[in-house]
């Protein structure tokens, strides 16, 4: 999902590697929220974001502490997951981003995390726009301005974090060293810089553990087998050629919006669609990997209120998402079985599928039940279209990575990083591409 850009920025490791010393540490027993409290909020529809500004912090010398930023609060509100925003949404952090939470059940303080602090997700280029180069229709189509609140009100951000339930937190922002750094040494931070602690609240009657499961009818959209799966393929796009008609994958079980708890009345309104869906992005979410499956729910509808309210886009930016348990997710609205504009892969939009598999995968080897999904997943959606996933596809790049107007010849199964300046997908699920396209593949009955 997130990670380094392609700005020039000479780090000083003496500024990342410094110490992070806590201020004075709470008493033990502060922070603690009640099991009751804890439980009812999972049964609770809502949510709820605290936004708190980030403030200097330390010396304002020339040493590698100066011009920090973060906060302390021992005391909050409940939280799940942290991320940190700013201002302009073209702006580039450059530094690192560091995060410990203390937890609601024991009132103890998490070891120092790392935040993803170069957003590489995000609608296409131009102000609010999520702009496609493809064909001048399609182009026009995705412009009109992603931001729910127009496009002055979009703004950048990390990746969140998911750090369970939570009632306090620490932050630092140490900046990195550039040649455009200021009369002290570091460098400019983005303007704004706050940190966004959410609740996602709970999904209404009934818990997460079921919703993950998919096992009420509204909550689900069932498996089907590859002869209904490709009668599908024939009624959605007649112009498909007859040869590729047998070449669709057996639909997965996918986890509804309503299964996971979408709040609808978060998101723009309408839906936003292109003309077809030629390529997969793999992403991460880089969200971290210490969750449970039984939280997946959870952690979704977490994402999903960080980027419709603290990012201010117009929905979720991926089109779908895959817990570790292997368990597909509908991501953005607009139907599972339609091209929908998505926010995910900058420049390279419109037509396109963008899909989540959750956790961090830098240095964490995804689990094989998410890369088998990931493989049945793209084997039914790109079915649908058409799509070998083992052949390249050229696209016409809106901007980003690669000028606006140049043509890429891409992975039909791509990761995030073949298409913009990113460690995204990470490494360990990137190398996992390869398998995922046979595997794809064969799903389609290409082989």
Known sequence: MYAFSSSVVAISAAALLAPLTPLAAPPASAGVVPRAERAARTEQPGGRTQSLPLAPLGSSSRGPGAGTLGLSKPDTGPFTMVGVVWEDPEAELAGRVRVRARSAETGRWSGWQDLDAHAADAPGPGPGAESGAESGAESRAAAGGESRGGPAARRGGTAPLWVGDSAGVEIRVVPARS?????????????????????????????????????????????????????????????????????????????????????????????????????????????????????????????????TQSLNWADLGYNFLVDKCGRVYEGRAGGVTRAVLGAHTYGFNHNSVGIA??????????????????????????????????????????????????????????????????????????????????SSASYQGRR
């Open 179 to 307: 040649r455009s750094a200021d009369a002290a040494g570091a460098a400019r931070l983005p303007r704004g810089l706050t940190a966004e602690l959410i609740d996602p609240g709970g999904a209404g009657a009934g818990t997460d553990r079921a919703r993950a499961a998919g096992t009420a009818a509204a909550d689900r959209i069932a498996a089907q087998t590859k002869a209904a799966s490709e009668g599908d393929a024939v009624r959605l796009n007649p112009a498909l050629p007859a040869a590729a008609r047998p070449f669709v994958g057996p639909r997965p079980k996918i986890v509804t919006r309503t299964g996971w708890g979408a709040d609808e009345s978060k998101r723009a309104k309408g839906y936003r669609y292109t003309k077809t869906v030629n390529i997969a992005f793999l992403h991460h979410s880089a969200t971290g990997n210490n969750y449970r499956c039984a939280e997946a729910p959870g952690l979704i509808r977490g994402i999903y209120r960080y980027h």
């Open 357 to 438: 598999v959750l956790g961090s995968y830098d240095s964490a080897a995804p689990s094989q039940a998410a890369v088998n999904a990931v493989s049945r997943l793209t084997a039914w959606k790109l079915g649908l279209f058409g799509k070998n996933p083992e052949s390249k596809q050229t696209k016409v790049s809106g901007g980003g990575k690669y000028t606006s107007g140049t043509r890429v010849r891409l992975n039909v199964i791509s990761g995030h990083r073949d298409g913009f300046a990113t460690d995204c997908p990470g490494v360990r699920l990137y190398d996992r591409l390869g398998a995922a396209r046979a």
